[in-house]
């Protein structure tokens, strides 16, 4: 599969920065309340991963400024990327305040959200019927995938009781069966797909990304050569800490960042081994039926003493922010 940059991607990818650029409002326009009216239907929504609540101090400030913010827009939905909460009676307050959102919401399960219990447990307490699961938008349809699984001995277990701190090549797996659905989930449906994931899929420079990439990209490259068009545009995780774009084979990879802070290591962190992040980040995502990705971050900066000033390694691939961006994606329409 090919990772390198186009001069066509580039070009178009420029293009629509520099509107975006240009266009400072672009990003905040009011949005549509019913986006499924009109074959260039805009899908408008709320993306917040990495709260860490019960290890983040003021993760409830955090995740409050997010659910007060999405209120005041007109969203179809707001979606959390994992390392939401702990299945312990403290977590229920995370849920609770989430749960005030008067709109439609997902969750996508993280490695961190089992460090206290097991899946079954964290799904009973976020009321998710399924792991993995689908669902429609106007005219694109949503993927959620789990990727928490081990695999050893020729066998896939789920993540329980934080029993994932083993070598990074048996863990963040995505189990067969899970694999086959998707296969027959982006069979069944002719809309442009966005997946969901919290770990990723795309690379990473300590190359710790889910050991089950190489198979789920397998799965989106088939599905979009198969019709004949862009039949999955995007991927977007959390899990990493980051704020990275790529592009492998036309699809757009987003890694998010947390909302609170970059796990930085006990020598380089702020708050312990925490690089805390000065604001709660989170994205408003909006993607267009005429091939237009645009994200709204927010900016922010590392609490002092930053990884900087701590002589982080890795400093430069750091970022207290989500920037924002529009991207351009092969556009399907089949009235044309």
Known sequence: MKTAFSRRRFLKNTASAAVLA??????????????????????????????????????????????????????????????????????????????????????????HDMDKGSKKDIMKMWSMDKNYYSFDRGNFHFVVLDANFIYRDGKYYDYDN??????????????????????????????QTLIFSHQAFDELWDKSTSPSRFLVRKIIEDANSKAKFNKVIACFCGHHHLDQHSIIDDVHYFQMNSASYYWAGKSYGSDGAMAMYSKPLYAYISVSSEGKIIIEGRQ????????????????????????????????HNPSK
Request: charged share 20%; hydrophobic share 35%.
């Open 22 to 111: 240009n266009i400072p409002l672009v990003i905040s326009l009011p949005f549509s309340p019913n986006p499924s009216i009109g074959q260039n239907s805009t899908v408008n929504f709320g993306f917040i991963t990495d709260l860490h609540h019960g290890l983040c101090k003021d993760a409830m400030r955090r995740l409050n400024q997010f659910i007060t913010d999405a209120q005041k827009r007109s969203l179809d939905f707001i979606i959390q990327g994992g390392d939401f909460c702990f299945s312990e009676p403290g977590g229920q307050e995370c849920v609770d305040l989430w749960n005030t959102y008067s709109g439609d919401k997902f969750h996508v399960l993280g490695n």
């Open 300 to 331: 922010g900066s590392f609490i002092k003493p930053t990884p900087l000033e701590k002589g982080h390694p890795e400093y430069s691939k750091l970022s207290a922010s989500i920037e924002s961006k529009a991207v351009s994606f092969i556009e």
């Open 162 to 191: 934080a029993n994932f701190y083993i070598p990074s090549e048996h863990r963040a797996h995505v189990n067969p069966e899970q694999l086959n659905w998707l296969k027959q989930d982006l069979k069944s449906t002719n809309k």
